[in-house]
C-alpha cells in the first residue's frame, strides 16, 4: 500500500502505475471503475460491500471521501493499494478537504480506467440533484440508496423527480429475489391475474418497489398493505380462474402455497450488501424494469424516455447554508 | 429533501396515507396477457411478468420433472447431481421441480441414496455448500432402486414418476437422462415403451430424452442407435450430449466471429494458413479399459469433440442465432470435410508407452489393468482435414488428440499467412512466426492473439508478442459448468447446443474411411508425457509447418 499525504492528483496516477507495475496487474482486465461518494464513518461498510463485489467484478475502486468543506487551505490525502482491504481489485482512497471537495472530479477523471464504464455508488447520501455532483455527471450508471436517507419515501420520490437512464436504488436490487420467486410462480397459470396485494410495510421503498412493477406488468392497482415486520412479508395473487398464488418470506425461506398443491419451499438468501452491489454491477446499462417500477410507485410517466445525459448544476454547500 | 414531501402524489400512488384508488395507476408496461381458451399450451400465452429487458431474472425452466438412469454411476455422480446442486443454489430451478434417480443400488463406496447425493455434491460442486439449498435438493430427489431389465422395477419408476408428478403439481413434463451403457439402450427404450413412459399424448406435457456419447461406433451402428431412439422419442425431442460445447469459450467463438468486425474478414483462406485444434489429456485410460479399448482416441474424441469444434470454427454465419440455423451451418461444413488421399503420411495413430509424467512412472497402454496384449487400439489420433468450401479451399484443419501428453489443454489455433512482403531486412524478422488467434478451450478458457511488435531498443528487431484474454479477469460472473448449462438447456427445450442426428452421421462418414485405413495400420509408440509419436511432427514437417506448443 502507498498512502500520500497532502499530494496531487497526478502524484495519485503515477503511484497508482508504480503500484501496478510491480503487482504485476494489467489494465485490460478491468471491466469498470467504481466511484463511491462515502463519509469517513461509513468507510468500513463500504469496504466490506466492496471486498465483497470486487471478487465477481474486476474493478479500480476510488473511493471519495469528502472533509470539512469550510477548511481555508484545500488538501488531498491518497491510499492506493491493489488486493488488500478492497478485494483483489486495485483501490484508491481519497480524502478532499476544502474546496477541493467541490471539484472532486479534477482528481478522479484521471484515475479512471481507459474506456471502461463508470459506476458511481452514493453511500452515505443522495444528492438532492445528481447534476450536482459532477462525479455523478460523468458516470454511466448511477447507485443510490434510499433506504439510508432520512425520509426514504421523499427520496424515492426525489428519485423519480431526478430519474435518467442509467439510474437504480439498492432497494430495487434487494428484491430481485422475490421477483424472481413471483415470475416463476407466474409461469404455471394461464388466465390473467385480477388483484394482488403486497402485505409488509407500507413505508418501505421495497415493498413499494415491489407493488409497483407489479402494477406496471399487470396493469392493474397493487396496494400495499400493512403486517408486521420491516420489510415484505408475503405477496398474493388472484386469478380469473379462481387459482390463487401466496409467497411467504418466514425466516430466510419462501414459501410457495397454492390451492391442492405442495408447498414449495426455497432458500431465501440473506444477501448482504456487498451481494447486491454485485448484482447491480452485472449490469452497465439502464434498467427499464426499474424505471417502470419506479413510474408506476411515483406516478411519474415515462422515466426511461428521459435523456440519459446529465449537464452540471454548480451547487455550493457553503452558499446554500449562508443563504438559509 | 424536505420539498420532496410536497411532490404531487400523482393519482394511484400507493405510497403512505393515500387512498386506494380502484383504477389502475400507470398504463400497462406491455399488453396484458390475453385470455386464453382453455387447453393452450402455456408457451402461446406468455407471462405477464416476464419482460426480455428484465436481465436480472434468470431464465427458469416451467415445472418439470428430470429421470436420472444409471444414477449410481460415475458420471452421475462426478457431474449431473452436482449440476443439479449448482443450479438449485443459482436459483435456476422451477420451484416445482422432482428428480428422480433409477439405477441399482450398488455404488462404490456403499451408503444409502442420501449419502450418496451429499457425498457427490460436498466433493464435485462448483458453488460453495449450503445446507439449505441441499435439503431443499435431497427433497427434490426420490431414488427408485431397480434393474432395467425388470418389469416391476419399471412398473414402479412409473407409478412414482406419476405421484411425484401430481403432488408437485408438474404437467407432465419430463426430461430422461440415459447415463448407462449403449448396449442398455434397446432394454431401457423398450421398457419406457412399455410403460408409456415416453408418451407425450398420454404424458399432457413434453417428454425428452438425453442420451450421452459414444453415438455407435460407426456409421451404420449410429443409424440403428438413431432410429431405435427417435422411434420412441421423435426426433425433436432427443438431446445428445456434446459436453464440450456447454462450454462457455466454445459459445464465445460464435461470439467472437459473428458479433464483431475485426475477424470475420480474415476468417477465409486468403488470410489463414491453416487450423490446428488440439485436445490434450494428461492422464490414461483410467478404469475404463474395456470401453476404451474397443473405442480408441479417434471414435473416443474425434468423432464428436473436435469436429464439433472444427464445425464451428469453420461454419458460414447462421442466418440467426437459433438452434435450427445454426444446425444447418454445422451440417454443412461437416458434409464438406475432405480426408486427405495420401493416409499413410496425413492420418496419424500412437499409443503411449511407458515413460515419466509430472514426476511420476507412468505404465504403457499396454501393461493397462483390462489391456490384452498386442491390442492395436489408439490413445493417440492426428489426421489433415481440408474443408471444400469457396471460404476454406487449400486451408489444411489438422486436428489431433491423445491421452498421456504433457498436459491437459484443448485449443483452437488459427494461423495466419505471413505477410506477403516484409520490409524490414531478414535478420531484422527473423523471431518473427506467424500471426496466431488461439481460442483456449479449457483451462484458462480465454483468448490469444499473437503478433510482431518491435523489441525496445536502437536496433529494428521484431519479435512474437501475444494479447491474453482471461474470461476470469474481465467478467463478472464465473463460467458455469458444462453440464449445468446443457441441463438446463434441456429443461428450457432450447437444442442449440446439441449435435443433430445428421451432424453425427456426417461425422461417422469422415471417421468411418480412416478406421478402415487403421485397421490395417498399427499405431505408433509414443512415451507417456511427450506431445505424440514421431511421425505426428513428421505430418507437420512434409508441409512446411509445425505444431503448436499449447
Redesign the interface.
Known amino acids: 500500500m502507498t498512502t500520500l499525504w497532502d499530494t496531487t492528483g497526478t502524484a495519485v496516477v503515477k503511484a497508482l502505475a508504480a503500484e501496478r507495475r510491480t503487482g504485476g496487474g494489467v489494465t485490460?482486465?478491468l471491466?469498470l471503475t467504481l466511484v463511491v461518494v462515502v463519509d469517513e464513518k461509513d468507510i468500513g461498510d463500504v469496504e466490506a460491500a466492496i471486498r465483497t463485489a470486487s471478487a465477481?467484478?474486476?474493478m479500480r475502486v476510488l473511493v471519495v471521501i469528502r472533509r470539512q468543506i469550510d477548511t481555508p487551505i484545500p488538501r488531498l490525502d491518497a491510499e492506493i493499494e491493489i488486493g488488500g482491504r478492497y478485494g483483489p481489485g486495485e483501490s484508491v482512497v481519497l480524502r478532499m478537504y476544502g474546496r477541493l471537495a467541490l471539484h472532486a472530479e479534477s482528481v478522479t477523471l484521471p484515475l479512471l480506467a481507459p474506456d471502461a464504464p463508470v459506476v458511481a455508488w452514493f453511500y452515505t447520501q443522495t444528492p438532492?440533484l445528481i447534476a450536482h455532483d459532477p462525479l455523478g455527471v460523468f458516470a454511466d450508471r448511477r447507485i443510490t440508496n434510499v433506504i439510508r436517507?432520512?425520509?426514504p419515501?421523499?427520496?424515492m420520490?426525489?428519485r423519480a423527480?431526478d430519474y435518467a437512464p442509467g439510474d437504480t436504488d439498492l432497494t430495487w436490487?434487494v428484491i430481485?429475489?422475490w421477483?424472481?420467486?413471483?415470475?416463476?410462480?407466474?409461469?404455471?397459470v394461464?388466465?390473467?391475474?385480477t388483484a394482488v396485494t403486497v402485505k409488509g410495510n407500507?413505508?418501505d421503498p421495497s415493498a413499494?418497489l415491489l407493488?409497483?412493477w407489479?402494477?406496471?406488468?399487470?396493469?392493474?392497482?397493487?396496494?400495499?398493505e400493512h403486517a408486521p415486520g420491516k420489510y415484505i412479508s408475503s405477496v398474493e395473487a388472484f386469478f380469473?380462474d379462481g387459482h390463487t398464488i401466496t409467497l411467504r418470506n418466514d425466516n430466510?425461506?419462501l414459501t410457495?402455497s397454492?390451492p391442492n398443491?405442495?408447498d414449495?419451499?426455497?432458500?431465501f438468501p440473506n444477501r448482504t450488501t456487498g451481494d447486491v452491489l454485485?448484482?447491480e454491477?452485472?449490469?452497465l446499462d439502464a434498467?427499464?424494469?426499474y424505471a417502470?417500477a419506479l413510474?408506476?410507485?411515483?406516478?411519474?410517466?415515462d422515466l426511461d424516455e428521459r435523456s440519459p445525459v446529465r449537464t452540471h448544476i454548480w451547487y455550493d454547500p457553503a452558499m446554500a447554508t449562508s443563504e438559509a | 429533501m424536505t420539498e420532496t414531501q410536497t411532490e404531487p402524489s400523482a393519482a394511484g400512488a400507493p405510497g403512505p396515507g393515500t387512498e386506494a384508488p380502484t383504477e389502475a395507476p400507470v398504463a400497462p408496461a406491455s399488453t396484458p396477457k390475453p385470455d386464453a381458451p382453455p387447453g393452450t399450451p402455456p408457451a402461446l400465452v406468455g407471462n405477464p411478468l416476464r419482460d426480455p429487458r428484465d436481465r436480472r431474472l434468470p431464465r427458469v425452466p416451467e415445472p418439470c420433472s428430470f429421470v436420472l438412469f444409471g444414477v449410481g454411476g460415475d458420471l452421475s455422480r462426478k457431474k449431473l447431481l452436482p449440476a443439479f446442486y449448482d443450479l438449485m443454489h443459482r436459483g435456476l430451478l422451477p420451484p416445482d421441480f422432482v428428480l428422480i434417480g433409477f439405477s441399482r443400488p450398488d455404488w462404490p463406496g456403499g451408503g444409502d441414496f442420501e449419502a450418496l447425493l451429499r457425498n457427490s455434491c460436498k466433493a464435485s460442486a462448483r458453488t460453495e455448500w449450503d445446507d439449505e439449498v441441499f435439503a431443499r435438493l435431497a427433497r427434490a430427489i426420490t431414488f427408485v432402486p431397480g434393474n432395467f431389465d425388470n418389469d416391476a422395477d419399471f412398473d414402479t419408476l412409473k407409478r412414482t414418476l406419476d405421484e411425484q408428478n401430481s403432488s408437485h403439481g408438474i404437467k407432465g413434463n419430463t426430461a430422461f437422462y440415459l447415463s448407462i451403457p449403449p448396449a442398455l439402450f434397446p432394454t431401457v427404450l423398450q421398457q419406457m415403451e412399455r410403460t408409456g413412459l415416453a408418451d407425450e399424448k398420454a404424458a399432457g406435457g413434453w417428454r425428452r430424452v438425453v442420451v450421452e456419447k459414444p453415438f455407435g461406433h460407426d456409421l451404420p451402428s449410429a443409424l440403428a442407435l438413431n432410429k431405435l431412439v427417435d422411434d420412441v422419442f421423435g426426433a425433436g425431442d432427443v438431446f445428445r450430449i456434446d459436453h464440450y460445447l456447454g462450454k462457455e469459450t466454445v459459445q464465445n467463438l460464435m461470439a467472437l466471429r459473428f458479433a464483431n468486425q475485426l475477424f470475420e474478414p480474415v476468417w477465409n483462406a486468403n488470410f489463414v494458413d491453416h487450423i490446428q485444434i488440439t485436445m490434450a489429456e494428461d492422464v490414461g485410460i483410467g478404469g475404463r479399459a474395456a470401453f476404451y479399448d474397443a473405442t480408441g482416441a479417434a471414435r473416443d474424441v474425434l468423432q464428436n469433440h473436435l469436429l464439433q469444434l472444427l464445425a464451428l470454427t469453420a461454419m458460414e454465419e447462421p442466418v440467426e442465432f437459433t438452434a435450427e440455423a445454426i444446425q444447418i451451418e454445422k451440417l454443412k461444413v461437416l458434409r464438406a470435410i475432405t480426408i486427405p488421399s495420401d493416409l499413410e503420411n496425413y492420418a496419424v495413430r500412437g499409443q503411449y508407452d511407458q515413460g515419466w509424467q509430472a514426476g511420476e512412472r507412468a505404465t504403457a497402454y499396454l501393461d493397462e489393468d483390462g489391456i490384452k496384449q498386442g491390442s492395436t487400439t489408439e490413445t493417440y489420433a492426428a489426421v489433415k482435414l481440408g474443408i471444400d468450401t469457396r471460404r476454406w479451399a487449400g486451408v489444411p484443419f489438422y486436428i489431433r488428440t491423445g491421452k498421456r501428453l504433457p498436459k491437459r489443454v484443448s485449443e483452437i489455433a488459427v494461423l495466419f499467412k505471413k505477410a506477403p512482403h516484409l520490409p524490414f531486412s531478414h535478420t531484422d524478422t527473423e523471431e518473427l512466426g506467424r500471426n496466431q488467434l488461439v481460442i483456449r478451450v479449457q483451462p484458462d478458457e480465454g483468448v490469444t492473439l499473437k503478433f510482431g511488435s518491435k523489441v525496445p531498443g536502437s536496433m529494428m528487431e521484431v519479435r512474437d508478442v501475444s494479447m491474453d484474454f482471461l474470461y476470469g479477469e474481465a467478467f463478472t460472473e464465473s463460467s458455469p459448468e458444462a453440464y449445468e448449462r446443457l441441463m438446463l438447456d434441456v429443461m428450457l427445450g432450447d437444442s442449440t447446443l446439441f449435435p443433430r442426428n445428421a451432424e453425427v452421421e456426417a461425422s461417422w462418414r469422415v471417421i468411418d474411411p480412416l478406421e478402415q485405413f487403421w485397421a490395417t495400420h498399427p499405431p505408433q509408440k509414443y512415451r507417456s508425457g511427450e506431445w505424440g509419436p514421431t511421425i505426428s511432427d513428421d505430418m507437420l514437417a512434409r508441409d512446411g509447418r509445425a505444431w503448436r506448443r499449447p
Not at chain 1, 394461464?190 to 391475474?193: F, L, Q
Open positions: 485490460s482486465g471491466a465477481k467484478h474486476p438532492e436517507d432520512e425520509d419515501i421523499a427520496s420520490h426525489q423527480t436490487t430481485t429475489p421477483r424472481a420467486a413471483l415470475a416463476s410462480a407466474f409461469d404455471t394461464y388466465t390473467r391475474c407500507p413505508t413499494l407493488a409497483g407489479l402494477s406496471a406488468r399487470l396493469g392493474i392497482y397493487v396496494p400495499v380469473e430466510y425461506r410457495l397454492r398443491q405442495m414449495s419451499i426455497a432458500p454485485a448484482e454491477l452485472r449490469r434498467d427499464q424494469p417502470q413510474g408506476a410507485v411515483t406516478g411519474q410517466h
